[in-house]
């Protein structure tokens, strides 16, 4: 039993990636309060808000998901392809904020 809770929380902190920071997700945490992040290609929504309010101690509100394809790249005379991966849009509730920049 206890070996099951220790395997699920690892995989908590290994299912959220990264936060992916671009324009466009800035306008959507600074207008919506909606955040990016880049997930496990097997992350399903119920994974995701739970990692993310455990790990930000914050409300989640909605997840979408998102699966990003992979796009053809070409260098000289060989092809090859960028891999595909999972982006997850993450509402929070009213009251709740994400600090990615760490300045208070």
């Known amino acids: 039993m206890m070996n099951i809770a220790l395997t699920q929380q690892l995989r908590r902190f290994k299912l ?30 119920s994974e995701i ?28 005379q060989v092809e090859g392809q960028l891999k595909g991966w999972k982006k997850a849009y993450v509402s929070l509730k009213e009251g709740y904020d994400i600090d990615f920049t760490g300045t208070k």
Do not use: G, M, W, Y
């Open 49 to 76: 808000k739970q990692a993310v309010e455990s790990l930000f101690n914050v409300k989640v509100n909605a997840v979408q998901l998102l699966n990003v394809k992979a796009k053809s790249r070409r260098f000289k």
């Open 16 to 45: 959220i990636q990264r936060p992916h920071l671009s324009e466009k997700s800035t306008i959507l945490a600074d207008k919506h309060r909606q955040f990016v992040f880049k997930v496990l290609k097997n992350a399903n929504k």
